[in-house]
């Protein structure tokens, strides 16, 4: 059993900058996949980012050069650096583990979620 906690949302004006962390539960945090993903009202949950156990990358294009995934094996935690953020970002912002290879980006992959953190993004 994998317990994912998510903090760091909350209320910014565009253009500001916020941190989300998720802190994991489990001995074996440095074997899985991590992924953000976002959920606005009445839309599907969306990738966003993710980062494998040997710290590649990935982004949705929409958020390139204005959001950073990294981890810190040594605390269990993965975080997402959202910088340059627009109305459009707002949403429920979830983390996800993945204890098996799989396409990074696909919400089905993922076997543990987060309860989720509200970012809103005013205009």
């Known amino acids: 059993q994998v317990q994912l906690v998510e903090s760091g949302g909350g209320l910014v004006q565009a253009g500001g900058s916020l941190r989300l962390s998720c802190a994991a539960s489990?001995?074996?945090?440095?074997?899985?996949?991590m992924g953000w993903f976002r959920q606005a009202p009445g839309n599907e949950r969306e990738f966003v980012s993710g980062?494998?156990?040997?710290?590649?990358?990935y982004y949705t294009d929409s958020v390139k050069g204005r959001f950073t995934i990294s981890r810190d094996n040594a605390k269990n935690t993965v975080y997402l650096q959202m910088n340059s953020l627009k109305p459009e970002d707002t949403a429920v912002y979830y983390c996800?583990?993945?204890?098996?290879?799989?396409?990074?980006?696909?919400?089905?992959?993922?076997?543990?979620w987060g309860q989720g953190t509200q970012v809103t993004v005013s205009s």
């Open positions: 996800a583990a993945q204890l098996m290879y799989g396409d990074i980006d696909q919400v089905d992959k993922y076997d543990y």
């Open positions: 489990g001995r074996t945090f440095r074997s899985y996949a």
């Open positions: 980062i494998s156990w040997n710290s590649v990358t």
